[in-house]
């Protein structure tokens, strides 16, 4: 019988005299994906947005406000006319502000940014068609995050059938999750909540009863 020689220190791969086989170039850390950074970034615009229309257009206009009402003092009042186009000024005026007040709200709720999930739940559910029962703390989840969560829950009761039953939404925090509990709604409003959440990695689990259902959704936190 033929024995094949045992392999010589030399003939291993990478020895001595060996080629050896150049290393993958490591991935620059810059252009690895990141988790939804690019959500992230989006609500961050967002919320630039909504401060430059909150902050500066609305506070401009209700400068001008008064500065018209003090014009309109001064003007005599042998000139109805113009006492009535200066009012019809600040009419209009006063109309712009407001729908300037809400393309902010629907970009990203003042009061989301300045109290946080709670109070502007609070808010929207007050003005909602439904009753809702709203139980978040005064806890912080960062802006991307309540933002999400924000219009997943208001799309959601904005979507319910007016003078239906109460429904209840609770938030809680678990570690570096916010968990939303949405009971009393139609599962079929889930996917719609999933649309919400899903680029920030939230996850959403429909339960119970078709019509009247719970709908958790998991969100991790900014």
């Known amino acids: ?16 005299g060996q080629p050896e086989a150049d290393p993958p170039d490591p991935v620059p850390v810059s252009l690895r994906p990141l988790p939804s950074r690019a959500e992230r970034e989006r609500w961050q615009r967002r919320l630039r947005l909504q401060r430059q229309l909150h902050d500066g257009a609305s506070l401009r206009i209700s400068a001008l406000v008064p500065q018209l009402g003090v014009v309109r003092n001064e003007v005599p009042e042998a000139l ?104 009393g709604v139609p599962l079929g409003l889930a996917g719609g909540v999933l649309d919400h959440v899903c680029g920030l990695g939230g996850e959403v689990t429909p339960s119970g009863a078709e019509e009247r259902g719970t709908i958790e959704v998991r969100i991790p936190c900014a």
């Open 80 to 183: 109805p006319a113009l006492h009535a186009s200066i009012e019809g000024l600040q009419d209009q005026l006063h109309a712009a502000l407001q729908e300037l007040r809400e393309i902010a709200r629907a970009i990203y709720p003042p009061l989301l940014d300045e109290a946080g999930l709670g109070p502007a739940l609070r808010e929207f559910a007050d003005r909602a068609e439904v009753p809702v029962r709203i139980d978040v703390g005064p806890g912080r989840f960062g802006s991307a995050t309540e933002g999400a969560a924000y219009f997943a829950v208001t799309d959601c009761l904005a979507a319910v059938r007016a003078g239906g039953a109460p429904i209840e939404v609770v938030g809680r925090r678990e570690g570096d999750v916010l968990v939303l509990v949405l009971t």
């Open 1 to 16: 019988m033929t024995s094949t020689p045992a392999a010589s220190a030399g003939d291993a791969p990478g020895a001595a």
